[in-house]
């Protein structure tokens, strides 16, 4: 083999070395983005609920392990006058994610909960450490038009098991809109 061929063969391989490098970041791009969105609600970009309920499990057994409190924020957000879903799916992305960016620990999770609601889970935080933190929010959030609601349940002084914490959940969630929604006519 000559020296023009050797020097051909081996831009051609470099060519084909860079072509495969690049391919191979677009699919680790590709992937990043593929996970990304399988753990966030695609609308406001919070934590979608699945995931919210895979790390609640993660975080009960932490907790058990650790003997140290988890709790849960629940954030209802009622809008005067608007009853757009888009509207209301903007006030949560924006509020989830000011919470997100400033107010929140690392080990923190915003996640969509129900429509007008969602879930901030706090590891090793007890209720007294989750009221703070609720006033926080309350200072960082004027009504503006506005009004959040929030809840605290705290594991395992307000419900023993991970069936509990669900249904605790839940019957907070629909508390609060039967308190914070008004019926569209008014009542």
Known sequence: MDDKTFTTDLAFYNDRLKESEERIAHLEWENQQLQHDSIHDPQTSLYSSE??????????????????FLSLVLVHVDLKNVYSTQQITEELKRVGQAITIGLSRRTDSVALYRRRQMIILLPETDQRGATCLIERYQAMFPANGRSLSYAVLTYPQDASNIELVLNRLQDLSENMFRAGTPSPNGE
């Open 51 to 68: 995931y919210f309920h895979a790390r609640l499990q993660e975080e009960i057994v932490r907790s058990e392990r650790y003997r140290h």
